[in-house]
């Protein structure tokens, strides 16, 4: 009998499917073997315990020594203003005048009462002392007397408040009247600020306040100006805010030329003297993103990099102080973290 040369149509179907299979099998493995991402050479730190001077940081303002507001206590027109925003005054120096013609008129009629009253006390008071006067009318002549020279005193005064003096030397930083206006008694007119010398005004949290003390030595620097200067402190208000739970405390500061300006940002750092325990990294390995975050990674036990949110708590030389997002422990890459996302593999 003669054997049949062709493969029957069935098995010849599931051999060209098992040549199909393996053909795609292949080449998915090809595809994966080119695709899979090989490892990131890095290299890492291992966070160890240091002990650190304890610093507090905080960010505050600049602040006027002293700060008053000042206003004419006699109403009248106003008929001159002598200085501006912005300039500079002497304790004593006159800012301004009301029309004083009132006033003037009124002292001289109250030195013609005062005159009539001496004179009437003068010649009442011989005939007093010889028995020929009554004493309920030497009281009368007595008191009027009185009277008149308090009726003059207060027009002398009067004819004074027509000029506004400056209470003490500074700066004027707002003035809210002009000639011709009318003056009211108690309405200001005039703030001066006093600046030759000026405070740091920071806010202190409930829990640090217990280390901070009258006369500790402050570090403060003033961006605007690129400068560093030393004060100490001088206040620290007792009372806490009720919203915040946090103190107020003032670093005084001398200001000779007048450069620092109230409003100044002011970042001011306070030594407590004491050691603590902190984490620090180098600056290299800190990373910041678009939305102003910044992170580091940290190498895992699997041989993969975690991103690890961080929040510094301030610098020591070159390194950063970490106050959130690290442990003691913690493998910190420090080199070829550029070239790291969250969960890529990384060799050391």
């Known amino acids: 009998m003669k054997r049949n040369r062709f493969i029957s149509q069935p098995i ?4 060209l499917l098992s040549a199909v ?102 010649r009442l008071n011989g005939l007093y002392q010889k028995g020929s006067l009554p004493a309920k009318d030497f009281i009368d002549i007595k008191t009027k007397l009185a009277q008149a020279k308090a009726n003059k005193n207060l027009a002398v005064k009067r004819v004074h408040d027509t000029k506004l003096y400056a209470p003490m030397s500074g700066i004027i930083t707002v003035k809210s009247l002009e000639k011709g206006a009318m003056a009211a008694p108690g309405v200001p007119v005039f703030t001066i600020i006093k600046t030759d010398q000026v405070y740091a005004r920071v806010t202190v949290p409930e829990s640090e306040i217990g280390k901070i003390s009258k006369g500790q030595t402050a570090s403060v620097f003033i961006s605007t100006l690129n400068q560093q ?15 915040t739970k946090s103190y107020t405390v003032k670093v005084q500061l001398g200001n000779p030329a007048g450069r620092l300006l109230p409003g100044m940002i002011a970042q001011t750092k306070i030594a ?77």
């Open 12 to 15: 010849l179907s599931i051999l």
């Open 272 to 348: 407590t003297g004491e050691s603590v325990e902190a984490i620090t990294i180098p600056a290299s390995a800190v990373i910041r993103d678009a939305d102003d975050i910044t992170y580091v990674f940290v190498a895992g036990s699997d041989q993969k990099a975690m991103r690890r949110r961080i929040t510094a708590g301030g610098v020591q030389g070159n390194d950063i102080v970490v106050s959130e997002g690290l442990k003691f422990g913690d493998q910190v890459v420090i080199a070829g973290q550029t070239r790291l996302k969250d969960g890529a593999a990384i060799s050391l």
């Open 229 to 243: 200067l030393s004060g100490k402190i001088t206040i620290i208000n007792p009372q806490a805010d009720p919203a």
């Open 21 to 122: 299979t393996g053909f795609l099998s292949g080449c998915a493995a090809k595809e994966e073997k080119k695709t899979k991402p090989s490892a990131v050479k890095v290299s890492v730190q291992e966070i160890r315990s240091q002990g650190l001077k304890e610093e507090f940081s905080f960010s505050g303002t600049i602040e006027a020594d002293n700060s008053v507001q000042i206003g004419f206590a006699v109403p009248g027109t106003i008929s001159a203003v002598k200085v501006n925003e912005g300039q500079q005054v002497s304790v004593g120096q006159v800012l301004a005048t009301i029309d004083a013609t009132e006033y003037d008129n009124a002292l001289l009629i109250a030195s013609a009462g005062l005159e009539q009253a001496e004179d009437m006390f003068n």
